[in-house]
Antibody, heavy 119, light 106 residues
């Protein structure tokens, strides 16, 4: 059974960097899947942030690309998100998810982690 | 950027009703479309991928159709667990979600 679990600070100050980890069990991140991040501001819709392949190749939402880094940690079977220069507009529930193939659908999701940007 | 527009934004229905939700893409996405169901406070759940393929474990009352720029999600007989918000996702170019359709109790 594939499970994903997000972790990280729930509160980040404006202009600082948001960092989240996603621990994966039941599926090796070295296998042929993409691993992605999606966010959802309170009461709003879903926004794809970026994804990474097991090879380490990444692709990012063009609207966020200048601020995003997604990386893998094969030794811990987890992947991470870093979003720099955050503002209140980055307040959201952040989900990590497994993506079936190149830029495809997300079949397994984490439960989500609320990150609030506030001083 | 490919924009995804869902309609309606809210839909009131009763148990047993046939429900249809529409998703339109700003340009052709072939069949690269998925549908998700999200219950309050929960992560989205994949229902349909590649426009019409049913994800394993999803009840057969859910079906998807369409190609190009217009797509539909149909629930043939609405059940109590189906009152939720539904999102479409295009994955032809990067990934974009629709704004969502809330299915509420009439």
């Amino acid at each position: 059974q594939v499970q994903l679990q997000e972790s990280g600070p729930g509160l980040v100050k404006p202009s600082e960097t948001l960092s989240l980890m996603c621990a994966v069990s039941g599926s090796a991140i070295s296998s042929a899947f993409y691993w992605g991040w999606i966010r959802q501001p309170p009461g709003k819709g879903l926004e794809w942030i970026g994804s990474i392949y097991h090879s380490g190749s990444t692709y990012y939402n063009p609207s966020l690309e200048s601020r995003i880094t997604v990386s893998l940690d094969m030794s811990k079977n987890q992947f991470s998100l870093r979003l720099s220069s955050v503002t209140a507009a980055d307040t959201a529930v952040y989900y990590c998810a497994r993506q079936v193939g190149d830029g495809a659908q997300f079949d397994y999701w984490g439960q989500g982690a609320l990150v609030t940007v506030s001083s | 950027d490919i924009q995804m527009t869902q309609s309606p934004s809210t839909l009131s229905a009763s148990v047993g009703d046939r429900v249809t939700i529409t998703c339109r893409a700003s340009q052709s996405i072939s069949s690269w479309l998925a549908w998700y169901q999200q219950q309050p406070g929960k992560a989205p759940k994949l229902l349909i991928y590649q426009a019409s393929s049913l994800q394993s474990g999803v009840p057969s009352r859910f079906s998807g159709s369409g190609s190009g720029t217009e797509f539909t999600l149909t629930i043939s007989s609405l059940q109590p667990d189906d009152f939720a918000t539904y999102y479409c996702q295009q994955y032809n170019t990067y990934s974009t979600f629709g704004g969502g359709t809330k299915v509420e109790i009439k």
